[in-house]
C-alpha cells in the first residue's frame, strides 16, 4: 500500500514530529508499505530512505513564528503532489489549513486526519491560559460561535464527505 502524509509541521530541525517521520519511513517499508512525506520548504525536492520511503519537499511560505518551518499556501501545488504520486490512502497531520488542502484533493484515495497535538493546550492556553480561566477560555474557543467549535467540526467533516466508516 502507498501511503502519502501531508505533514505540515515537519522540519529538518525539528524534535517530535521529525522524530515520528522518521520512524515511520524507516518502518512503513518492512511491513510492505511505500511511505512518502510531502512537506513545505524553501523548494523542491526529494530526500530518499531507501527504496520505498521518502521525502517530498513542495514550495511554501516561511511560518512567521519560527523560521525553521515553512507551510503549504498553495492548495494546487499539494493537489498536483498528490496527483503525481497517486496514493492508496492520504494522511493529513495536522488540523490547521493542510487539513482542509487535503480534504479538498479530487483524488479517489480515503483519508486520515492525524492529531500530533492538541492545539488548544499548545497554543491557546499557553498563550491565553494566563489572562482567562481555561473553562472561559475552553468556551470562547469551542462554543457554537466560538473558532473551534466551528473550524475544529468543520475540518474534521469535510474528510467524511462521501466517506462510508465500516466496522466488522
Known sequence: MKIVDVCAFYSPMGGGVKTYVR?????????????VIIVPGSGHGVEHFGRDARIVTIPGKKFPLDGRYHYFDDAGEVHAALTRE??????????????????DWPGAAPRALIMHADPLSAYAYRWFGKILRVPLLIGSLTGSGGICGVWIPATIMSFARGTVLQTD
Open 23 to 35: 520512524q515511520k519511513l524507516a518502518i512503513g517499508p518492512t511491513l510492505g508499505h511505500e511511505i
Open 86 to 103: 497517486q496514493p492508496d490512502y492520504v494522511e493529513a497531520s495536522s488540523p490547521w489549513n493542510s487539513a482542509s488542502i487535503v480534504a
